[in-house]
């Protein structure tokens, strides 16, 4: 055991794994479930037993010197990796049963957590772009595991991800012509000597590559198509985990690089602003949707701007907010994504105007979408109240007022579409069609109440989650920070007790629950949804008493005109206008044997005649 | 160490059962078929056996006991040996791909000019004499056109008229420059030639050089002299299209390189060739794009991964010449891979479309996932090889501060992605219509599965290359070390 806890091993057991599960499927496929858990949790427990101080692993390949290592910061993420996935490939387990190509799946699936690990244990920029770009194609299988209708969604997905990549390769290779080293060690030591513009160029660079994974505006026009496609667990770790790599590379790009971007600097202004534009147009588009996975997927897009914001107003609170929110994200996006992958995989639906009143059918499904919302919405007493207190408060303090009103706005604004979503798919009248629904497997709904727990958990004790965060932000240049288990406090000496919040709420919830019980205790009597005689009028059969459909027309019509402008248009007749000339240019190669010897002509003719131009001597 | 063994045997052997098949055709067709391979085997052990010698001392065979300058004499350096390395180990694959492969033709033929192509292609890597390079890119050339109009159809006879056409027009431009050269310096030694090149005014040794650019330059597919190559590509068989782009423009572009590297001084024409190959680069996979046959594709593809190598090469730099020359491997793997596939993507529906691909992978997994996983190792991800080409091209962009350069060559890995991707969807989105079913044979799967596992555990360790292509690079570099021994022989 003790020689397996290094880096090198756990990376060789994580890729192996997903070679073995391919193999393991082809040869015994009944052995694979027990073999896709072993290589789930292995790896995870490993990093979890991982100290942090492990030593640095140096190694030279292919004429450059790499090096893996870990620090509080890769530590956070690494945990949040484990965790996430080994709950959404449970998960898996059973939503993917009796599917086709199995092996297919989980050796991406395997190979995409891999490959995390492997970006967040990189100390290297060439291991970090290797692990990246390994990550890219092995999720890219997963959006297009469906195949049919998801081509453009995973062709999309593809070339975003490509230019993102391509972006943090040339920012990689511009240093190293500086630095002629890649570990980060060398890069951190080099970069205070760079000019400021070369600075910004890397900068900029880096934040591009590192800002399509995390479906920053406007590159986030793969993000809803390609959550949307992928299957449900897999959406769970995408949204959850992968798309906080991103995330994480903005964290080092911006502090460990950049510790010459003093707060205040015009690329973090520019930077906080994108993600308050992402945060509000993101929850916007959100409202729209009618299709439950395309909610999420813009509510993540959303919420990972509140996230950017964080890290790009920099501050030692806005930071901490941000990561908070980002380990926040991780968990509540993935139980959400799981718990309505359950309502999926159950009704085969996840058209929010066709499924209603599930809730007593599936109520555990329900409860985790509950407390998901919740804390997506920042409420308390859940988890998701805690970052957001300390966004606002860290915005308030560096004097972003008009920041907090778009953020406070678009916070806002999330209530319209998170009750749509557990009001259409939960609440509202219950169906014939629906009779015969029952609850997931316990191997799915473990991992999503589990996720639920955890909400509840940090929304107590945020304190559990702030310790490896202060520690994380040490290492990224930030002074020891104080922090406690349960208590949030405010420059104004304010200071909020989560226990004493969660104990009121609990009180007032009990004393409710209890008043109601003895005041009705007697007279109650359970009804159907169309059991209204009471009201006056006996609903037919066929009536439609369910309001779910057109749900926020009002508001789309109110809207509509200003989202006429799409920026996935802008870039499709881009593409398409590329593509016409791309075709125009084919043409010289006519397919006539006389033009082409006349190439050879003129290009000889060229040469001599501009031979003094051309190679500094005449003729 | 088996001392029999000597760099002459690249080029006798493969030319003498190149003769030799014909015979053996009357006697046994399966003799016609062995045959080959057990050739191919032979040089690839030959190759290896000579290898770790190379490295430590380049080979120099003197042909007829004429010593240089004026006998012809073999060349083995480390540059050398990578080269005929990978060509003889290339080609073998290719013997194993074709040997169940459905040629309709007779099948001496079709060896006897598979054998022709390795003998010229060896030969114009080893010979030390410019003239006899000229030779041997004729027969290269004679037996490619041949190769092109094998299936004898319209398309193939039109395809190699062009490809003769130009391949003419590249055949007099070599010869007239070496006629110039001849008559200013006295000598075809290219080591001696290159001693003595001082001595020949700059306006003539420009006109060589030029002459030299565009008549090598239409065999290396520079762009705007490449017009021949998508015919000639995608209407030979497709294990030719393989050879074409894994081991005939390989030699054409080493000899344009020896040419320029030794016998011109190359700073003054580098930036020449990074600007063109950038332009060979970007054309090509522009028109890669909307193109309808899966070979042309692959063709135009090969002739933009062709602009790379020059490109890199006209870096000039140690490092440059070494990613040139990781390139070239990694393309040579990867591109005969995908020509491997893309044969039977083909053959199994019947049609040389893309459109007509529809489904094609969800009925024969094993040749999609090929085509598959040769797409994503062109496209230059990891772990697979193509990705530390251009890592470690774009490296020595940045070292020589040419930003644009790496932004332009960027934008063009992303144009290869879509149209690669979208190839590869197909194979598997769409519905599948009517086909027959038929079994890819073992061989062919067999020459996938090895180039497959090659791509990989370079992608994986890519020190197996790199350390090979360090010292090649430096021999290219090394001007005066080449003319020491290439002129005293041994």
């Known amino acids: 055991m003790e020689q397996l806890l290094n880096i090198p091993a756990i990376l060789a057991i994580a890729f192996a794994g997903s070679i073995l599960v391919f193999v393991t499927h082809l040869v015994l496929p009944r052995l694979r479930t027990a073999v896709v858990l072993l290589l789930t949790l292995v790896p995870a427990y490993l990093v979890w037993q991982l100290p942090v101080d492990s030593p640095m692993v140096y190694f030279s390949l292919g004429g450059f010197d790499l090096s893996w290592g870990t620090n509080p910061y890769s530590r956070l993420f690494s945990l949040l990796i484990a965790g996430i996935g080994v709950l959404s490939t449970i998960y898996s387990l059973a939503f993917m049963k009796n599917k086709a190509r199995l092996g297919f799946f989980y050796l991406a699936f395997l190979a995409t957590i891999a490959a995390m690990y492997g970006i967040v244990f990189s100390q290297d920029l060439l291991s970090l772009f290797f692990f990246w770009e390994i990550m890219t194609w092995s999720s890219f299988l997963l959006v297009i595991y469906y195949r049919f209708e998801n081509q453009q969604a995973g062709i999309r997905y593809f070339v975003f991800s490509a230019v993102g990549a391509y972006a943090l390769l040339t920012a990689i290779v511009y240093l190293y012509s500086f630095t002629g080293d890649l570990s980060l060690a060398a890069t951190f030591r080099v970069i205070p000597q760079l000019s400021t513009t070369q600075l910004s160029w890397i900068t ?7 800002g399509v994974k995390s479906a920053l505006m406007p590159m986030h026009v793969w993000a809803p198509d390609a959550y949307r496609s992928a299957p449900s667990p897999f959406t769970a770790l995408f949204s959850g985990v992968l798309s906080k790599m991103g995330v994480f590379g903005m964290g080092l790009v911006l502090f460990k690089f950049m510790g010459g971007l003093e707060p205040g600097h ?10 308050g534009i992402t945060a509000l147009l993101g929850t916007f588009y959100a409202v729209f949707q009618t299709d439950a996975k395309k909610l999420l997927a813009y509510s993540s897009i959303a919420q990972l701007g509140y996230i950017i914001v964080g890290l790009a107003i920099g501050t030692p609170m806005s930071v901490m907010a941000a990561i908070f929110l980002a380990l926040m994200h991780g968990i509540f996006k993935s139980m959400l994504f799981m718990g309505v992958g359950s309502v999926f995989h159950q009704t085969g639906s996840l058209d929010l105007n066709e499924l209603t009143g599930l809730i007593r059918r599936m109520p555990l499904s329900f409860v985790t979408v509950l407390m998901g919302i919740i804390t997506v919405a920042g409420v308390p007493p859940l988890g998701g109240f805690v970052g957001k207190w300390l966004l606002y408060e860290s915005l308030i303090t560096s004097n972003h007022y008009f920041l907090v009103i778009v953020l406070f706005t678009s916070s806002t604004a999330a209530f319209l579409y998170l009750y749509r979503l557990i009001f259409s798919i939960f609440l509202g009248q219950e169906e014939r069609e629906f009779d015969h629904i029952k609850e997931v497997s316990w191997v799915m709904w473990v991992p999503m109440l589990i996720l639920a727990g955890m909400t509840l958990v940090t929304g107590i004790l945020p304190g559990i989650f702030f310790g490896p965060i202060a520690e994380a932000m040490q290492y990224l240049g930030f002074p020891q920070i104080d922090w406690q288990m349960s208590v949030l406090f405010n420059p104004w000496g304010n200071q909020v007790d989560m226990l004493s919040v969660i104990t009121s709420i609990a009180t007032v919830f009990l004393l409710g629950l209890a008043f109601i019980t003895w ?7 359970y009804v159907t949804t169309k059991d209204i005689h009471t009201s006056g009028e006996m609903p037919t059969e066929n009536e439609n008493l369910t309001y779910a459909i057109d749900f926020y027309r009002p508001f789309e019509r109110a809207a509509a005109p200003i989202f006429k402008y799409k920026v996935t248009r802008m870039y499709a007749s881009f593409a398409e206008n590329a593509e016409h000339l791309f075709d125009l240019l084919r043409h010289v190669y006519t397919g006539n044997a006389q033009t082409y010897a006349l190439y050879v002509v003129i290009f000889l003719v060229i040469l ?7 190679f500094g001597i005449q003729i | 160490m088996n001392l029999n063994f000597s760099p002459v045997h690249f080029i006798a052997v493969p030319l003498f059962a190149a003769f030799l098949l014909p015979l053996l055709g009357r006697i046994s067709q399966k003799l016609v078929t062995l ?5 191919l085997l032979y040089l690839s052990a030959v190759a290896l056996t000579l290898f770790p010698q190379a490295y430590n001392e380049p080979i120099v065979e003197i042909i007829a006991g004429w010593r240089p300058p004026f006998g012809i004499t073999l060349v083995f350096g ?7 390395t990978m060509i003889t180990l290339i080609g073998f694959v290719v013997w194993i791909y074709s040997y169940r492969f459905i040629i309709r033709a007779p099948l001496e033929k079709y060896y006897m000019l598979f054998m022709l192509l390795i003998a010229g292609s060896t030969g114009i890597i080893l010979t030390g004499d410019i003239f006899n390079l000229f030779v041997f890119l004729e027969i290269t050339a004679i037996a490619a056109y041949s190769l092109t109009a094998f299936l004898r159809d319209h398309n193939g006879a039109e395809a190699a008229f062009k490809y003769l056409l130009i391949g003419s027009f590249a055949s007099a431009f070599v010869l007239l420059a070496i006629i110039i050269l001849y008559a200013n310096v006295g000598t075809l030694n290219m080591a001696d030639i290159a001693v003595r090149m001082g001595d020949v005014p700059a306006k003539i040794k420009l006109t060589i050089m030029i002459l030299f650019i565009v008549g090598l330059g239409i065999e290396a597919e520079l762009f705007p002299l490449n017009g021949w190559a998508p015919d000639a590509y995608s209407q030979a068989p497709s294990p030719i299209g393989a050879v074409f782009a894994g081991i005939v423009v390989k030699a054409a572009v080493y000899a344009l390189m020896r040419v320029l590297f030794t016998l011109f001084d190359l700073p003054t024409s580098s930036h020449f060739l990074v600007v063109m190959g950038t332009i060979t680069l970007l054309i090509a996979e522009m028109s890669a794009m909307r193109q309808q046959q899966i070979k042309r594709m692959l063709a135009f593809s090969s002739i933009g991964q062709m602009g790379l190598v020059l490109v890199a090469f006209g870096l000039g730099t140690r490092e440059g010449i070494a990613a040139a020359l990781f390139l070239m491997f990694s393309h040579a793997i990867i591109k005969t891979l995908l020509f491997f596939s893309a044969g039977y993507l083909v053959f199994f529906s019947g049609f040389k479309n893309i459109s007509d691909l529809e489904g094609v992978g ?13 797409a994503l190792a062109i496209i230059g991800l990891p772990p697979f090889s193509g990705f530390w080409g251009k890592f470690y091209l774009l490296i020595s962009a940045a070292n020589a501060s040419h930003i644009f350069l790496i932004v332009l060559i960027l934008f063009s890995a992303v144009i290869e992605a879509v149209y690669y991707l979208r190839v590869v969807g197909r194979l598997y989105f769409k519905k599948l219509h009517d086909i027959e079913i038929r079994r890819t044979p073992f061989t062919g799967l067999l020459a996938m599965g090895i180039l497959a596992i090659v791509t990989i555990t370079i992608g994986v360790y890519p020190d197996f290359i790199y350390e ?21 022989g041994q």
Do not use: C, H
């Open chain 1, 204 to 210: 900029v660079l880096f934040l591009l590559g590192f």
């Open chain 1, 266 to 275: 015009i690329i973090r202004e520019v930077l906080a602003w994108m993600g």
């Open chain 1, 519 to 525: 005041k009705n205790f007697r007279t109650t009597r």
């Open chain 1, 608 to 614: 001599i005649v501009f031979s003094g131009w051309i």
């Open chain 2, 35 to 39: 045959v080959p391979g057990i050739v």
């Open chain 2, 78 to 84: 480390p540059l050398a040996a990578f080269l005929v």
């Open chain 2, 362 to 374: 969800r009925e024969k997994p094993w040749t999609g996932f090929f085509f598959s996983l040769g």
């Open chain 2, 468 to 488: 090979l292509v360090l010292p090649a690079a430096d021999e290219l570099l090394d001007k005066a070390a080449y003319l020491q021994y290439a002129m005293m």
